[in-house]
């Protein structure tokens, strides 16, 4: 096997003693395209935080990340500086709060062209301006002196891509990339992330609690639940035959977009607080295949099928309805 | 049956300062809306940010009140607000928000704040009632003696719609109820509003931006686009087979696994209701719009099927165009 | 912009009216100043005498409208005490009071800011605590408390530095640090918020994830912006320049503005607390508007103008 892009081994993070991430295993390969789904708290953005060193200074960070060879974890800052932006470029949820608001735009993208590329003055601001185009920004030699006030929070997204893209990094994480814009805007920010991964052959990963948009744009899933990765396999094969009953509870839970209406087969309960964390697996209290085994030990992620792994004592093929709407005839 | 709740013609206008030394500039949330809610029915309310769903749902509970227009509830015009009629009235609708421990008061035990409506109505309370109530929605009677900090998001939903139907309400609006629920907690809580309403017959005006939550929900959904209601219909109808552009665009969003068929990506952002296009609104992003569409705002009028749309397209007065070319970047004031 | 800056004149204008009309009518309710000024067992034609020389027989209403037309044509009016105009008597005494609070706005800025700046930066450290306890202490301490201690160790203890008095510049050294230390601790408990909350923003994790070394994202993106809250509390500062020495001045019985004000309250002065009064509050108004204006030049999100169609 090609060496990993990104690979994790290990990887706990815990706040005041409560943990946030138990035991995290997960490599990226150059140029792949892998979604990190689960609900909020499950430890999706922390993972990347973690492994990027941009956690608060309380979190206690254990395990290892490594970049091709390279341990990141406990990395010195000038480590560390040269591959945020450089290597591995990081966008957020919110990007209006997510730029500085005193600082205007282009000078925002310059600061990563002359940390990564040296370039300074009329050539830091021609590459920042190639970049709002290649993002789609509309008249984009004008946008460098806006702030980000004066935008929307599309074009703001549009900005932070473009700051991401300024170091040419080999991998992008995008931390909920669309949560926070329109329908009709997250189709475009999409299809961005889409084009820039076919132009610059750049790996992905998506941190996402939607799984329509995990399933669009990703080739791998890996779903996680309270701190841990639960299953992990191919991105069509998650949804036609998804292993784990929490990801089968996943996708159950979704309205359908045809047949008749019937109550949703939502998942009882919720999600374990991370100061009553069950000994055994996480999921059991709401799961409709716990067993005595369950309640035990977490289970181990392990493989159902080639490239398929689940971390389920009674991993099964449950009767998903999949939730494929009709089309509009486009 | 006589409908429950009518609206007719709602314009709501509000005045807007940019920066500090902008001058005012009147931007129009909702520029004639009118809508329909029958008994025991739900009708989905459905657009993007700025749309003027939200301003709908105040306009109807009457926390606002309309420029123009007039909303009728049972029959009888809205009561001004504040007034002692009013309060009368709004015991019979209640409103849900998205942010559950946003619409609650903190230092109020869940008990407390469910008994509150019957307090505020003058009725006596029991412990019995508002275990029942809390057992109605999903909650254990020990949770009143919780606070809302001590609840998950999901249990909190739960614990605001206890208190919306303290007072037996006949309409319930909720504005965007789920959106701030994790996945697996959105159909427990779309679930329960459906049981909600089979066994109290409340009326549902069910207000979101996610159009697989409105189909669940709704008997009836209304696609909203810059304050207007752009195409109205039953959700099989709209959502399968939408009429107007923008519909088609918003469905054609929707992200889902194994897509068939491109996306239609519309170009442009969500537009700015202090800037309103001339015309159909809506033509600066239509990928059919022809110059008629600029001049001329098109009317929400049934088409054949029955289905309201407002688009000259659809209603095959004019051929479908190719869109028309993006404005130069105004500047504004 | 012509229409913010008339609209925020006018209101100064008035703000100016309330101050003057509000110490119009507590000093003359509150004490009559022939029998301040001229004792009481002076005989009472003289008293009488003073009272028509200086108007305080006329109805209150009329002294009030003779007072205000009199500002309008610049008179403040003259002391009832020794006839001079209140203007040049305020006058003289305000390069005392500078000679003070200057310095002391100087301690305030070069300790208080960087002080929680630090702290912001190293919390729930060892200095932070430190920083916080001090800072705690620099303003719950009344100043005329830290201000007695200070003549206890230094003049009385160790006879160091004098104990008040206006002889040399040594004498204004310990006014200055008593006046400085409470308004650095203010200065730093302030700023350590605006710091810390500025550092818990999305935007200091982006400029971290985009490669940003921590002590260039803190100068370069956190600091700019925590300056916005911070200058509110330092136009404060400069608005109070004059006025907020009079515990001080007492203290230390340096003659400046503050003891000119204390004095003339005492024997109802009205002219010259009035010119004071007047002088202080447009200070303070000055400070105001700049504040305002400097809000704009920090935070674009304030300024007029769209360049794009947002």
Redesign the interface.
């Known amino acids: 096997m090609v060496e990993p892009l990104v690979a994790i081994r290990g990887l706990s993070v815990s706040f005041d003693g409560l943990p946030a991430l138990r035991g995290v295993d997960l490599t990226v390969g150059r140029g792949e395209a892998v979604a990190l789904v689960g609900e909020s708290g499950c430890g999706k953005s922390v993972t990347w935080l973690a492994a990027l060193g941009l956690l608060p200074a309380k979190a206690r960070v254990s395990g290892s990340v490594t970049l091709e060879g390279t341990e990141l974890i406990g990395a010195p800052p000038a480590v560390l500086d040269r591959v945020r932006g450089g290597r591995i470029a990081m966008i957020f949820q919110d990007p209006a709060s997510s730029l500085n608001p005193v600082h205007r735009i282009g000078r925002q993208i310059a600061e990563a062209l002359r940390l990564h590329r040296g370039l300074d003055g009329r050539a830091a601001r021609e590459e920042a301006r190639r970049l709002l185009d290649q993002v789609g920004m509309p008249d984009a030699r004008r946008r460098l002196d806006a702030f980000p006030h004066e935008l929307s929070g599309g074009q703001n997204q549009r900005v932070m891509i473009a700051m991401a893209l300024a170091g040419r990094p080999e991998m992008l994480v995008a931390d909920e990339p669309t949560t926070a814009l329109d329908v009709t805007i997250q189709a475009q920010i999409l299809e961005l992330l889409a084009e820039i991964r076919r132009d610059t052959g750049m790996a992905l990963v998506l941190v996402s609690h939607d799984l329509g948009v995990v399933a669009e744009t990703c080739e791998r899933v890996c779903v996680m639940y309270a701190g841990r990765i639960v299953e992990e396999t191919a991105a069509d094969k998650l949804f036609t035959g998804p292993a784990h009953p929490y990801a089968q509870g996943l996708l159950a839970a979704l309205p359908p977009m045809t047949g008749p209406r019937r109550p949703l087969a939502a998942i009882p309960g919720g999600v374990p607080e991370p100061w009553a964390m069950p000994r055994g697996c996480a999921f059991a209290p709401r799961c409709p295949r716990r067993a005595e085994a369950c309640e035990a030990a977490p289970p181990p992620l392990a493989e159902v099928a080639p490239a398929h792994r689940a971390a389920c004592l009674y991993p099964g093929a449950a009767a998903v309805v999949s939730p494929v709407p009709a089309m509009v005839p486009a | 049956m006589s409908a429950l709740l009518k609206a007719e013609g709602l314009v709501r206008r509000y005045e807007m300062r ?5 001058r005012p500039v009147e931007v129009r949330a909702l520029d004639g809306v009118s809508l329909t809610l029958e008994h025991g029915r739900t009708l989905g309310l459905v657009g ?2 700025g749309c003027g769903k939200s301003t709908t749902g105040r306009l109807v509970l009457g926390l606002e009140t309309p420029d123009e227009g007039r909303v009728t509830f049972e029959e009888q015009p809205l009561p001004a607000p504040g007034t002692a009629e009013w309060r009368r009235l709004r015991s019979r609708m209640q409103m849900v928000y998205q942010d559950p421990l946003g619409a609650m008061d903190r230092r109020l035990s869940i008990g407390a704040q469910v008994a509150e409506p019957w307090k505020i109505h003058g009725r006596q309370t029991s412990p019995e009632q508002v275990a029942a109530l809390l057992r109605s929605v999903g909650l254990r009677p020990d949770h009143a003696a919780h606070y809302p900090h001590e609840l ?1 998001g ?2 909190r939903q739960r614990a605001v719609l206890a208190r919306a139907l303290a007072t037996d309400p006949a309409l319930l609006v909720c504005d965007e109820p789920i959106s701030a629920l ?7 809580v ?2 329960l509003l ?2 909600i309403q089979a066994e109290r017959g409340v009326a549902l005006l069910f207000i979101s ?1 996610d ?3 409105v ?2 929900m709704s008997h009836r959904v209304a696609v909203m686009y810059l304050g207007r209601i752009v195409e109205e219909g039953e959700p ?1 109808a709209v ?4 009429a107007h552009p923008y519909a ?20 442009g ?2 537009p ?1 209701p202090a ?1 309103r296009p001339a015309g159909c609104a809506f033509h600066p992003r239509c990928p059919v719009a022809s110059a008629r569409c600029a001049a001329e705002i098109p009317v929400l009028k049934p088409r054949a099927d029955g289905r309201l749309v407002a688009c000259h397209v659809a209603h095959g007065e004019i051929p479908a165009g190719s869109g028309l070319p ?1 404005p130069t ?5 | 912009m012509l229409r913010f800056l008339s609209l925020r004149l006018g209101r100064s204008l008035l703000t100016l009216v309330l101050v003057v009309t509000f110490a119009f009518v507590v000093l003359r309710l509150s004490g009559d100043p022939a029998l301040l000024i001229m004792s009481a067992d002076a005989p009472p034609e003289a008293i009488a005498a003073f009272r028509r020389a200086w108007g305080l027989d006329d109805p209150l209403w009329v002294q009030y409208v003779r007072y205000f037309g009199a500002i309008f044509q610049g008179d403040l009016g003259n002391s009832m005490r020794d006839g001079r105009s209140a203007i040049s008597l305020v006058g003289e005494r305000i390069p005392a009071t500078l000679a003070l609070t200057v310095p002391a706005l100087l301690i305030k800025l070069c300790l208080g800011i960087p002080a929680g700046v630090y702290a912001a930066l190293h919390r729930n450290s060892l200095a932070d605590r430190a920083v916080m306890l001090l800072a705690v202490a620099g303003f719950t301490v009344p100043s005329f408390v830290l201000g007695l201690l200070l003549v206890l160790l230094f003049a009385v203890q160790l006879g160091w530095l004098p104990s008040g008095g206006q002889e040399s510049w040594r004498h204004a050294i310990l006014p200055v640090i008593t006046l400085g230390l409470g308004g650095a601790a203010v200065l730093a408990r302030f700023t350590r918020s605006a710091m810390l909350e500025v550092l818990g923003q999305p935007y200091m994790r982006t400029a971290l994830a985009k490669g940003v070394p921590w002590g260039v994202a803190v100068r370069g993106h956190a600091l700019p912006n925590a300056a916005i809250p911070t200058v509110t509390i330092v136009g404060f500062m400069i608005g109070s320049l004059l006025a907020g020495a009079v515990v001080v001045e007492s203290v230390f019985s340096w003659p400046g503005v503050g003891r000119l004000l204390v004095v003339a309250v005492a024997n109802r002065d009205l002219a010259v607390v009035q010119a004071i009064l007047l002088l202080v509050a447009a200070t303070m108004i000055t400070a105001n508007l700049v504040v305002d204006l400097l809000y704009g030049v920090l935070d674009p999100r304030l300024r007029n103008g769209m360049r794009g169609t947002a």
Do not use: C, T, Y
């Open positions: 940019r920066g500090w030394f902008g993007e940010s998950s999901g249990q994790d996945v697996s907690i959105q159909a427990q779309m679930n459906s049981e931006h159009l697989r939550a189909r669940q099989d959502l399968h087979d939408p088609r665009a918003l469905v054609s969003a929707i992200p889902h696994p194994q897509r068939r068929g491109r996306r239609i990506v519309l170009q952002d969500p700015n800037a993006a970047l105004a500047k504004a004031a």
